[in-house]
């Protein structure tokens, strides 16, 4: 959910579940976690250098681990979007949805995939006034109206998005990842998450 493999990330990290990841819930014992989630956070640290918070609190329940990041991986794996604008979205529903977990750390993939060390605080600001071509403001301003307004999304909202450029699947996707992340925001602050101190500084220079 968290990957950086395009960022100078350390090797051979240990992982470590946080017990501050997250504020009203337990975070779990590393050891005490089913096998599966352990070589999936092994595998996140490694390629991170430290072991992503979103990782130690949804621990807290493995059932539900698994089915989110499986989500997750087909939403990033098997899409007509660029990775960059999958993130995109997330930081601009998680602006408005005010996730202070997701804005750093989306913003922090933001930088990395998109390569501007900017533009995701501007994203988070307003995106309305961010640096971006008409097309991904087509595909910021449908993912928001679904996240604040969903029953005020008409035909007329896809229509934009196809004259914008997008495909029928790369729609689905856009409306996929924005509910998503809608999930995971609200989950994120009913948890009271908290992003990992590195996430800040990732893609800055």
């Avoid at 934009?160 to 996929?176: H, V």
Wanted: glycine fraction near 2%; charge should be negative; hydrophobic fraction near 40%.
């Amino acid at each position: 959910m968290t990957d950086t493999d395009d960022a100078d990330s350390a090797t051979n990290a240990t992982p470590t579940l946080a017990d501050d990841a997250m504020a009203n819930f337990p975070v779990p014992d590393f050891a005490d976690l089913p096998e599966d989630l352990q070589e999936r956070i092994e595998a996140e640290t490694e390629e991170a250098g430290f072991t992503p918070n979103v990782f130690s609190a949804f621990a807290y329940k493995p059932s539900h681990f698994r089915a989110f990041f499986q989500y997750h991986d087909v939403l990033v794996e098997d899409t007509a979007l660029e990775r960059e604008e999958i993130e995109m979205i997330v930081v601009a529903v998680s602006g408005v949805n005010h996730c202070y977990y997701c804005n750093v750390a989306h913003g922090a993939l933001v930088r990395i995939y998109a390569e501007d060390p900017q533009l995701a605080d501007q994203l988070v600001a307003n995106y309305r006034t961010a640096d971006i071509n008409e097309t991904h403001r087509a595909m910021l301003d449908v993912a928001v109206k679904l996240t604040e307004r969903p029953t005020e999304v008409e035909r007329v909202d896809l229509v934009r998005l196809r004259d914008a450029g997008f495909s029928e699947e790369a729609l689905w996707d856009i409306a996929a990842v924005t509910g998503f992340y809608n999930l995971s925001n609200r989950m994120a602050m009913f948890a009271e998450m908290r992003p990992n101190d590195e996430f800040h500084t990732l893609g800055r220079e």
